[in-house]
């Protein structure tokens, strides 16, 4: 038998198999770590997705509770009272710390209520910012895999391809039954990477959009809240 045709034979059979998980085994242990590290990712993807999900589900909830709650009419010492008993967030927090600022300011018997409406506007505007952060938390991660996601994918690609070529030319053998395999397992590292990149970009799209709109709804609040409160101030003065 001809010795090429002992050694074109035996080469196929060893990377015949083009199945997804027989890729991954046949992959250089480098591209096998890059594989692991964006399925990784791709996990936590949608682990920190389902949990922002219900996160600012839970957020609007309580935005429309207190909206209505401080819009029907109730006494607004009333709704500090109930608030104030429990640990608030969102909407409820920035008016629980107007208030205990308002309360404070009128409890020490002050003389002058001249730095009151900059003091309640400052400790609403740290109450947002805090909320805001609170919204933001992890997003970054979101943003990363988005953008790192097809870059390192990429480099498992060519690191992968290089590691074929270099078979190829220590078997000397370019037929494409040999050539194929090695670069499907290349290529399988950008795949993984545009499978984690690409949810990753979509969610934090659409939660930074979702940040910005409470953001706004919360700024009006505020804004709504300091007009109410600066109108009191101007009556006790």
């Given amino acids: 038998m001809n010795p090429a045709d002992v050694a074109q034979s035996a080469l196929p059979l060893a990377s015949s198999d083009v199945s997804l998980i027989a890729l991954f085994w046949q992959a250089h242990w ?5 594989m692991l590290g964006l399925l990784g990712c791709s996990v936590w993807v949608w ?5 922002k999900m219900f996160l600012y589900a ?3 909830r309580a935005m429309d509770r207190f909206e209505q709650a401080f819009w029907s009419g109730e006494s607004i010492e009333d709704l500090y009272r109930a608030l104030s008993a429990k640990p608030t967030q969102s909407m409820a927090a920035c008016f629980v710390a107007a208030m205990r600022e308002w309360k404070r300011s009128f409890e020490s018997q002050a003389r002058s209520f001249t730095g ?3 003091r309640i506007d400052k400790v609403m505007n740290v109450s947002i910012g805090r909320e ?3 919204l933001e938390r992890r997003l970054l991660v979101l943003a990363t895999v988005g953008s790192a996601g097809p870059f390192v994918g990429l480099f498992g690609t060519v690191w992968g391809i290089m590691s074929s070529f270099q078979s190829i030319a220590a078997s000397k053998n370019t037929s494409l039954a040999v050539v194929a395999p090695g670069i499907a397992e290349a290529l ?3 795949a993984i990477g545009l499978i984690a990149a690409i949810p990753a970009t979509i969610f934090y799209n659409k939660f930074t959009s979702e940040v910005n709109r409470q ?3 919360l700024e009006g609040f505020a804004d709504e809240f300091s007009a109410i ?3 009191q101030i101007d009556e006790r003065v």
């Fill in 30 to 34: 480098i591209v096998k770590a890059v």
């Fill in 47 to 51: 682990a920190i997705a389902i949990d």
């Fill in 58 to 60: 839970r957020t609007k």
């Fill in 116 to 118: 009151l409406q900059m």
């Fill in 132 to 134: 805001i952060e609170r």
């Fill in 188 to 190: 399988f590292a950008t």
């Fill in 215 to 217: 953001a706004q709804r």
């Fill in 229 to 231: 409160l600066s109108r």
